[in-house]
């Protein structure tokens, strides 16, 4: 049968490798990946010439905050920045939506408020809290993908940190079942003590900001969780460390998985592209938890990630009103920690990969196949024969300044403002139709809701 669509281009990712090739797309599936010239005749192509074609990228960790926040964030405005930035489907914390996502019916209500407006897919994380440890078979039975937790207050009263006890409990109730509890790894009582030291110093400096998140807060807590995986009840379970930032964690972390833990890692673009030595006081779009650290702390990261100790980059997308940003007073410790970016992930990856020598196909593996693996997406992120034909068209060589106009997120505020990034995307293309070009969008939002398989 004649395909519905190729798209063809001379830089093709598929395989692990990058050449000149034509996806065949059929019913919204990729049929086919065929040579660049092996086109049926009257068949409609989309050539993308000397542009990359690449798999949608899957972004695993994005709080949209909708319903009940929705003046932060919302289904609307994030799919759009997500199609705008190449990203196809995309999975929501369970967190900053009021109500949280810890019940089946908090996940249907959740699930009623996307209905409709989405431009990309969308799944849901189901929230781990103390005392619902009842709720999380059901929760995947409704279609939750998996969980998250917090081991340090999450910022909002709702939903609750869980202790030792708590996540022991989540941990053997989802062991077996194959589905991920995604873990913020911070410990309070290292925390605690740090901000009882440094009472009295300026909250407008960064530099105390760092202090008052240490790394033993995130190296303790990974400690924990590596030794509850490798624990008899539990160590069927899946675990992940989100938005990991302390680079001394990753020999906790390579040791775990020696000794068999099924524990997996992910960091984000800015604990990759920034420092904590560039950071202006005052400057709270920088804002995040755990924080941005050293220069040498972020090479650390890089090494781990190209070394595959690091399985993945999300953007941990958290955003909320300019005014909870205390932009004018610049008072870290009164800021909302949260940065958005959730339209710029590939560009802000790909232009600190190409400075190291980073090859394209690289790039892949921790924005589209790893994050949709860790979900369980088995139709996502990667462009072979029955995937969804989800593709990002992007010229890697043109460059753009991240300005307001182009920021598609509700608001506007973000640490990149005025940075020039490399990777410009041309095309994002849903089960192979169109939904955005060149800063145009389609007229409707045919996004859909991807639950849990099996």
Known sequence: MTPDLIVRGLRVVTGGAVRPA????????????AGHDEVPEGCPVVDAQGAVVMPGLV?????INEPGRTEWEGFETATRAAAAGGVTSLVDMPLNSIPPTTTVAHLEEKARAAEGRCFVDVGFWGGAVPGNAAELVPLLEAGALGFKCFMVDSGVAEFGHVAEPDLRAALEVLAGTGAPLLV????????????????????RTYAAYLRSRPREAEDQAI?????????????RARAHVVHLSSATALGILRQARDGGAALSAETTPHYLHFAAEEIPDGATPFKCAPPIRERENREELWAALQ???????????SPCTPELKRLEAGDFDAAWGGISSLQLGLSIVWT??????????RLAGWLCR???RLAGLHRKGEIQRGFDADLVIWDPEATFRVEPPLIQHRHKVTP???ETLHGVVQATYLRGEKVHERGGFATEARGRWLKREG
Not at 59 to 63: L, Q, S, W
Not at 352 to 361: L, N
């Open 22 to 33: 034509s996806v065949h797309i059929q019913g919204g599936t990729i049929v086919d990946v």
């Open 59 to 63: 972004d695993a960790h994005v709080h």
């Open 184 to 203: 913020h790894a911070e410990l309070p009582g290292p925390i605690d003590a740090a901000r009882a030291a440094l009472a009295g110093l300026d909250p």
């Open 223 to 235: 400690a924990l969780l590596a030794s509850l995986c490798q624990a008899p009840s539990t160590r």
């Open 307 to 317: 070394g595959g100790l690091i399985d993945l980059v999300v953007s941990d997308h």
């Open 352 to 361: 600190d990969a190409r400075r190291r020598g980073i090859p394209i196909e």
């Open 370 to 372: 790893g994050p949709a």
């Open 416 to 418: 990149y403002a005025g």
